[in-house]
């Protein structure tokens, strides 16, 4: 096969003409569609490890790839031990693939259109009571009072994860400037670059000053800019970091073990469940669709039913 000097040529063509298609992808993906560094990054590297294996061998060209290569690359994965939610994920990154390589004219047809995915189990998600979020802010603020800048910084963290339910890529990013405290409110850069502003409390507040009076001015290099929250290396502080953080702080005595984004969750069912109507929650959070959000409502309406049969003789 290899001996065929057309077949080797059409393979240097077919090859640089996807990783051109990729490359023209990626771009799109972060001018055109304004998502995350990290959400291009996902995309690309979903579309990358399925040409890699579509296109390998025969070097198969972009418009000759059908839908049974691509349910077979499906396949391998999931023969492979790789979740529903990741298959699903995947799923996703091709189909947006393929829809633009036909919409741009790379390719004249769209092989992935009719391109199952798993369908993702909707399980609840983990969420703090009250009480158990108030500790953990409680724990947090306790552990800082020595002034130590780790502990000042995980204190801020918690505390606008949780009294704004932004998304822990979304802390991370936050600037100086982002944060006004004389108004208690937050500029934040969303999914899709989609700038919101969202209040947060009092307690939040005074975990910031501390931090900007104690903490940060020890940390800081100029390699932080103007990053709100800085690492022990004097950069700004990455989401891994952060999530570490937040595991530290839960995970034992009245507080369960909680991510980031259950700390959104949690969030999220406490201001429905004090009386905040849907729309507001979802600008809060920043989602596009009000759908999204509804899935709070069910969350709260489970914990309501867990209690009830918990506590009624007759339930």
């Given at each position: 096969?290899?001996?065929?000097?057309?077949?080797?040529?059409?393979?240097?063509?077919?090859?640089?003409?996807?990783?051109?298609?990729?490359?023209?992808?990626?771009?799109?993906?972060?001018?055109?569609?304004?998502?995350?560094?990290?959400?291009?990054?996902?995309?690309?590297?979903?579309?990358?490890?399925?040409?890699?294996?579509?296109?390998?061998?025969?070097?198969?060209?972009?418009?000759?790839?059908?839908?049974?290569?691509?349910?077979?690359?499906?396949?391998?994965?999931?023969?492979?031990?790789?979740?529903?939610?990741?298959?699903?994920?995947?799923?996703?990154?091709v189909r947006a693939f393929f829809a633009w390589?036909?919409?741009?004219?790379?390719?004249?047809?769209?092989?992935?259109?009719?391109?199952?995915?798993?369908?993702?189990?909707?399980?609840?998600?983990?969420?703090?009571?009250?009480?158990?979020?108030?500790?953990?802010?409680?724990?947090?603020?306790?552990?800082?009072?020595?002034?130590?800048?780790?502990?000042?910084?995980?204190?801020?963290?918690?505390?606008?994860?949780?009294?704004?339910?932004?998304?822990?890529?979304?802390?991370?990013?936050?600037?100086?400037?982002?944060?006004?405290?004389?108004?208690?409110?937050?500029?934040?850069?969303?999914?899709?670059?989609?700038?919101?502003?969202?209040?947060?409390?009092?307690?939040?507040?005074?975990?910031?000053?501390?931090?900007?009076?104690?903490?940060?001015?020890?940390?800081?290099?100029?390699?932080?800019?103007?990053?709100?929250?800085?690492?022990?290396?004097?950069?700004?502080?990455?989401?891994?970091?952060?999530?570490?953080?937040?595991?530290?702080?839960?995970?034992?005595?009245?507080?369960?073990?909680?991510?980031?984004?259950?700390?959104?969750?949690?969030?999220?069912?406490?201001?429905l469940e004090g009386g905040s109507d849907l729309?507001?929650?979802?600008?809060?959070?920043?989602?596009?669709?009000?759908?999204?959000?509804?899935?709070?409502?069910?969350?709260?309406?489970?914990?309501?039913?867990?209690?009830?049969?918990?506590?009624?003789?007759?339930?």
């Amino acid at each position: 096969m290899t001996d065929d000097p057309t077949r080797v040529a059409r393979g240097h063509r077919t090859v640089a003409d996807a990783a051109r298609a990729l490359a023209a992808f990626e771009e799109h993906l972060a001018v055109e569609r304004g998502l995350t560094e990290h959400s291009v990054r996902a995309y690309v590297g979903d579309v990358r490890g399925m040409l890699e294996q579509v296109t390998a061998g025969e070097a198969t060209a972009l418009e000759d790839v059908e839908l049974s290569d691509l349910r077979a690359w499906l396949a391998g994965l999931a023969a492979a031990g790789q979740s529903r939610a990741s298959l699903a994920r995947r799923g996703a990154s091709v189909r947006a693939f393929f829809a633009w390589t036909r919409r741009t004219g790379r390719t004249g047809t769209d092989p992935a259109a009719r391109l199952a995915s798993p369908r993702v189990d909707r399980t609840l998600p983990v969420v703090l009571d009250v009480a158990s979020a108030t500790a953990m802010m409680e724990r947090a603020r306790t552990a800082a009072t020595d002034g130590a800048p780790s502990d000042l910084r995980a204190w801020v963290a918690v505390e606008l994860m949780y009294g704004t339910g932004m998304r822990v890529g979304e802390l991370a990013a936050l600037d100086l400037d982002d944060l006004d405290l004389g108004t208690r409110s937050a500029r934040v850069m969303g999914k899709g670059r989609k700038e919101r502003v969202v209040p947060f409390g009092v307690p939040a507040a005074d975990a910031v000053r501390r931090w900007l009076a104690d903490g940060r001015p020890d940390l800081w290099t100029a390699r932080a800019g103007d990053a709100l929250l800085v690492g022990d290396r004097g950069g700004r502080w990455d989401q891994r970091q952060v999530r570490q953080a937040v595991h530290r702080l839960s995970g034992t005595g009245s507080v369960p073990d909680v991510s980031p984004h259950g700390l959104r969750h949690s969030a999220a069912t406490h201001l429905l469940e004090g009386g905040s109507d849907l729309r507001s929650v979802q600008e809060i959070l920043g989602h596009s669709s009000l759908g999204t959000t509804e899935r709070y409502t069910h969350v709260s309406a489970e914990r309501l039913r867990s209690s009830f049969e918990q506590a009624f003789p007759r339930a």
